[in-house]
């Protein structure tokens, strides 16, 4: 059994909690708390992207946030989305040998159907701290009929995926060995090996797509190139706009 070098060497598991994010940011106070995870069977208050409420039956899906203190270069929401959901879909294709796909900025589908989201929230606790919380939500063993009573005809599970069910323990073990594993190759200086599995997995670089920005107002263009840094959009008539992934809010491809 292979052990934790950074992520998951503290682990708390909750029958029940509001928020994991929550949780995690409690211990936010100490960096010897970094690589802390905070799981839980249920959340009364589970959040999603931009104040969305999460929800989740008892038992049923991986439910996690993670405690981080990066080094500067990754102290980014990009780099730590896609830390996250690259992990998560690493996992998902070994349980389903099904490759997911990333939705900007912080979904995981697998044939257009959501099986899982991603927070990162961040705060300081001391004038030099910042700390950051990447929170997971993965579906797991819910059912058709479980999405139908929830209104989430856009939703799928490991279940659904595989016909069969899943210790949700043993998958959360699984995430969390590659969420370490990632973040390892991103502090040892590979971080441009988690920018190309990232790209690679939302495809949609030279799609012709409508980014909407952070005030809701959108532009069409063409996606020259993406990287953490910056997107670089190539509107119709020929004007190239560089943008940050944090003015971002949606991405949508318009390639057929």
Known sequence: MKTFRHIGTQQIH????????????????DPANAGLVISADVQTQGRGQHGRVWHSQPGTNVLLSVLLFPPEELRKPAVLTALASVAVAETVSELTRQEPSIKWPNDVLVAGKKIAGILIESGVKKPSTQYF?????????????????????????LHQLTDRSFEVALVTR???QKLDEGYELARNGQIAKLESQWTTRLGIQGHNVTVEFMNADESDG???????????IESTNGE???LRPEEVRHIRSKSV
């Not at 909750?14 to 106070?29: I, P, Q, V």
């Not at 993965?138 to 939703?155: E, I, K, Y």
Request: proline share 2%.
């Open 222 to 232: 063409r996606l020259r190139s993406m990287s953490f840094e910056h997107l670089e």
């Open 133 to 157: 919380v990447a929170g997971i939500g993965l579906n797991v063993n819910q059912t058709s009929a479980d999405f139908q009573a929830h209104g989430l005809p856009d939703a799928t599970s």
């Open 14 to 29: 909750l029958e029940a909690t509001d928020s994991t994010n929550n949780r995690a940011a409690e211990f936010a106070h």
């Open 174 to 176: 699984l995430l969390v």
């Open 240 to 242: 190239v706009r560089w």
